[in-house]
């Protein structure tokens, strides 16, 4: 008998230990909460089953804690999860009142209560009671407080302090005051019949008499008391913090994450891309994005997916900051940086900006000039379009698509050949997330102490230096006013005045912006300098002053004057980089006929490069075609005085190797195209033959209008001297 009694205490034993699931809510959806790194809600979206509820917080605000208890189950700080006084308390109630007036539950028989979701039986008490026992065996007094009030209900679709505390009175529950306390820890007790928006008087009526007994109990003094009799219920709910709510879509669903963006800067930045999207809408451009990273630690901390979301509007809801969007000239700074490290030009390598065509590909200038030849370092300020595609074509495009990938840009989904030398003028699409990243990654690998990378960190440091220069929005000159604040910055826009672009850097920040229409249609007029860099500037103003500026690697010490020495490489030479003398005019390493040369330090790469081939007998003297459109914009130039050159003619267009379309008029009449050549010589003449037929002579300005036949063809240009030149192109 007596191993009978034992076998069915154990069995009981056994039997209550295992009653409690693992999970007590593991069925429960969460709401989606995010919050700034400083803790502050920035946004939350409803749970899957259309309620408010936050995920479970470990820890409970005291007043709510003290206030629930005295209002619930003022002994649950000592019973073991039933409280046999309470119960028998309740019963002689209900039997008094002929019916269930008091059901005697502590806290913990609640939390077993609200994680079943059984119907209110005796059986399910008594099951509930039997849970709620060992359910103090595996949590703390605390914890059990936390899981009540993370599933309390507080009426309508509110459920949890947390969701109640914000949807009631617009802050987090550790900053409710003792009435709002009080409010909240009695609106669970019977949701449906205690609401705020009806039974207002009785509910006043409990609100107030819980705060006595906190009184009594010693949770408060007399006058804070009375000044919580004071004040009054809340009213409708209130609508949650809608501070980021594109990034809080990205953030994980249904679980709270604690974020890089700082909150003040967040508000700060949203107001202020909202003010210049508001101004811009009236032209057109209805949407704005924005973006800024900590370069120290690659952190965003400030993330507009869209800007106005009070201002309603067909794609107000995209994310654009994390769509990919036609780069325009966004990219160039990666291309100068990765040719210089590589030695595939100096600093202020002289680069054609002539006419080029290639397989149909003609790149203009965004206004549409040719400037001849043009210094690497002033291309890429003045964002020229056809020296960056020479670059890119003594790059390499496959190494560019490559560097840009290995960069974080994750949109370039088609092999390098897919976009050709176009990727460098928006042939490709990026994301402006993914394009300020990238730009912060490039500042932080700057500002890196390793003496391995000095090679990159150069390239990168003369990137800075030349973007230092771009002109302001606001044509303000960082050099003459001191409280200017200083940016290197790059703008881009893409073809058809779709996408306007603009990413500033300093030492600690990098702001990118982007401007145009998410639904994609262009806008006259829409360019970075104009639309979006404007806007980074504003942001940048928002930005804690900042003392030092980059600091080019390897400089000190060493003025960077006239060449003194023979150009070797100085020591120190193992981190990879040499001073040398370069030519002032082409940035080239100097000749032996430059006349002036100057000091600068380079990756060693460029040791590799050629010499300046434009000195001859003393004169500065460019090829044909680059001295053509070079003399206009430089008067000082004087080009050659011989009366013959090694490459005295040169055709400006089309291209050897182009397919030309030739225009119609109106009528449909053949147009025909303007074909130009180049000659040292001013007053030259030029005899002009295709296919090896005399088609006529020019003098001065050197151009026909000719219209071929389709098929292929061959164009020759003889002078007085015996000069030539010839092109090879095809008529579709």
């Known amino acids: 008998m007596r191993r009978i009694i034992w076998g069915v205490v154990a069995g009981l034993g056994v039997a209550w230990l295992c009653c409690l699931p693992r999970e007590l809510f593991r069925d429960v959806s969460y709401s989606t909460v995010v919050e700034s790194a400083e803790g502050e809600l920035l946004g939350a979206r409803i749970a899957a089953d259309e309620q408010w509820r936050f995920p479970p917080s470990d820890t409970v605000p005291a007043r709510y804690a003290a206030a629930l208890i005295q209002f619930e189950d003022r002994a649950f700080r000592w019973?073991?999860?039933?409280?046999?006084?309470?119960?028998?308390?309740?019963?002689?109630?209900?039997?008094?009142?002929?019916?269930?007036?008091?059901?005697?539950?502590?806290?913990?028989?609640?939390?077993?209560?609200?994680?079943?979701q059984k119907e209110r039986t005796l059986w399910q008490k008594t099951i509930e009671a039997v849970q709620a026992t060992r359910l103090e065996l595996r949590y703390s007094k605390k914890q059990i407080l936390a899981l009540y009030a993370a599933h309390a209900p507080y009426g309508g679709n509110v459920v949890g302090l947390e969701a109640a505390a914000w949807r009631y009175f617009g802050r987090p529950a550790a900053e409710l005051s003792w009435a709002e306390a009080a409010t909240l820890a009695i609106l669970p007790n019977a949701p449906g019949t205690l609401h705020l928006s009806r039974g207002r008087e009785q509910l006043l009526t409990k609100r107030n008499r819980l705060l006595g007994r906190l009184l009594e109990h010693g949770d408060m003094d007399r006058d804070t008391y009375e000044a919580a009799l004071e004040e009054p219920l809340p009213g409708a709910p209130l609508p949650l913090p809608a501070l980021a709510p594109h990034y809080v879509n990205r953030c994980p669903q249904g679980e709270r994450t604690r974020t890089t963006l700082r909150i003040g800067l967040q508000k700060a930045v949203s107001d202020a891309v909202d003010r210049r999207s508001n101004d811009l809408a009236a032209e057109g451009v209805a949407d704005m994005a924005a973006v800024v990273i900590d370069n120290a630690t690659g952190a965003v901390v400030a993330y507009i997916g869209n800007a106005c979301m009070d201002r309603e509007r067909p794609g107000m809801q995209v994310d654009v900051a994390a769509r990919a969007r036609s780069t325009g000239s966004i990219l160039k700074p990666f291309l100068y940086a990765a040719a210089l490290e590589e030695g595939v030009i100096l600093p202020r390598t002289l680069l054609p900006d002539v006419p080029m065509n290639l397989g149909g590909f003609a790149p203009q200038n965004f206004d549409r000039q040719f400037y001849g030849a043009v210094p690497a370092s002033e291309a890429l300020a003045r964002s020229l379009n056809v020296p960056a595609v020479y670059l890119l074509r003594s790059y390499g495009v496959s190494k560019f698509h490559a560097l840009l990938k290995e960069a974080g840009l994750s949109t370039l989904t088609e092999a390098p050949e897919h976009y050709g030398l176009s990727l460098i003028l928006g042939g490709?699409?990026?994301?402006?997330?993914?394009?300020?990243?990238?730009?912060?990654?490039?500042?932080?690998?700057?500002?890196?102490?390793?003496?391995?990378?000095?090679?990159p960190r150069l390239a990168i440091g003369y990137t800075l230096e030349a973007l230092k220069e771009v002109n302001r929005p606001d044509e303000l000159d960082w050099r003459l006013i001191r409280s200017v604040r200083k940016a290197a910055w790059k703008t881009g826009t893409s073809y058809g005045f779709r996408d306007a672009w603009a990413v500033g850097m300093t030492p600690a920040y990098t702001i990118g912006v982007w401007a145009g229409n998410a639904q994609g249609q262009g806008v006259p007029g829409l360019t970075g300098a104009r639309a979006a860099g404007p806007v980074m500037f504003d942001i940048l103003n928002l930005l804690p002053e900042e003392e030092r500026w980059f600091e080019m690697p390897g400089q000190a010490g060493h003025d960077g004057g006239q060449a003194g020495h023979d150009g070797g490489v100085t020591p120190g030479s193992d981190r990879g980089a040499a001073w040398v003398a370069v030519c002032v005019q082409s940035g080239m390493l100097a000749g032996p006929e430059c006349p002036e040369t100057q000091d600068i330090l380079i990756p060693a790469a460029g040791l590799e490069t050629a010499p300046c081939p434009y000195h001859k007998n003393g004169e500065f003297v460019?090829?044909?075609?680059?001295?053509?459109?070079?003399?206009?914009?430089?008067?000082?130039?004087?080009?050659?005085?011989?009366?013959r050159q090694e490459k005295a003619i040169e055709f400006i267009y089309p291209a050897s190797g182009s397919t030309l379309t030739l225009p119609r008029q109106l009528n449909g009449q053949v147009e025909g195209v303007v074909f130009r050549a180049a000659h040292h010589q001013t007053d030259a003449t030029l005899w002009w033959h295709m296919d090896n037929t005399y088609i006529g002579e020019t003098r001065f300005l050197h151009q026909l209008r000719l219209a071929p036949a389709p098929g292929k063809h061959a164009l020759t240009v003889v002078d007085g001297q015996g000069n030539t030149a010839s092109v090879v192109f095809y008529v579709r």
């Open 428 to 455: 490709a699409e990026a994301r402006l997330d993914e394009v300020t990243a990238a730009y912060a990654g490039m500042v932080r690998f700057y500002q890196g102490q390793s003496e391995a990378d000095f090679a």
């Open 79 to 116: 019973h073991p999860g039933v409280n046999p006084v309470a119960l028998v308390r309740a019963a002689v109630a209900n039997l008094r009142a002929g019916h269930v007036v008091s059901g005697g539950s502590t806290l913990t028989m609640q939390v077993i209560r609200l994680s079943r």
């Open 622 to 643: 460019l090829p044909p075609a680059m001295e053509w459109y070079y003399k206009p914009h430089h008067p000082e130039y004087t080009g050659a005085r011989k009366t």
